[in-house]
């Protein structure tokens, strides 16, 4: 399942990608930033195409900070590598929106937030990004309960 969640995430992010933008992860890099958020959604409610977009959209974050890392360490491909990071945040919230993933964004953006300021500070926290879906899973666990119990009960 997870395979075939990350094999949709990343050709549901893929597919919004603009062409000119060069920005093509190989699949092994995906499948190395999104196994932990997969088995997370995998085990989650959530149905499959709400999976897949979340997902995505958790890769577009991870690849941006990928880029944004890389500047530190090939300063001649700097301000590509900005470009890139900043293009592939805009495209997560640009998606966030069209989705209506609005939850999702609240919650990702103060880990989002976290991690940013960590790397600044030259102490990375990107497990803060995957503890935040995880909080928004387990969230959206929550509120899908909760409105399940009064059609059981009208059930009876």
């Known amino acids: 399942m997870n395979n075939s969640l990350i094999q949709d995430a990343s050709r549901l992010l ?13 699949a092994s890099e995906v499948s190395q930033l999104l196994s932990d958020a997969a088995r997370i959604l995998a085990a989650s409610p959530l149905p499959p195409l709400r999976s897949a977009r979340i997902l995505a959209l958790y890769l577009a974050v991870r690849l941006a900070m990928k880029y944004h890392e890389e500047c530190a360490n090939a300063e ?14 805009s495209l997560y919230l640009d998606l966030a929106l069209k989705w209506e993933e609005y939850d999702f964004v609240a919650l990702l953006a103060p880990a989002i937030k976290k991690v940013q300021i960590g790397r600044a500070e030259g102490r990375p926290q990107d497990e803060l990004l995957v503890q935040g879906l995880s909080r928004f899973v387990r969230t959206e666990n929550k509120m899908l309960q909760e409105a399940a119990q009064p059609l059981a009960a009208e059930a009876m």
């Open 14 to 26: 893929q597919t919004q990608l603009a062409p000119e933008s060069g920005i093509a992860p190989e």
């Open 76 to 89: 001649s491909r700097l301000a590509r590598n900005l470009l890139d990071g900043d293009y592939l945040y």
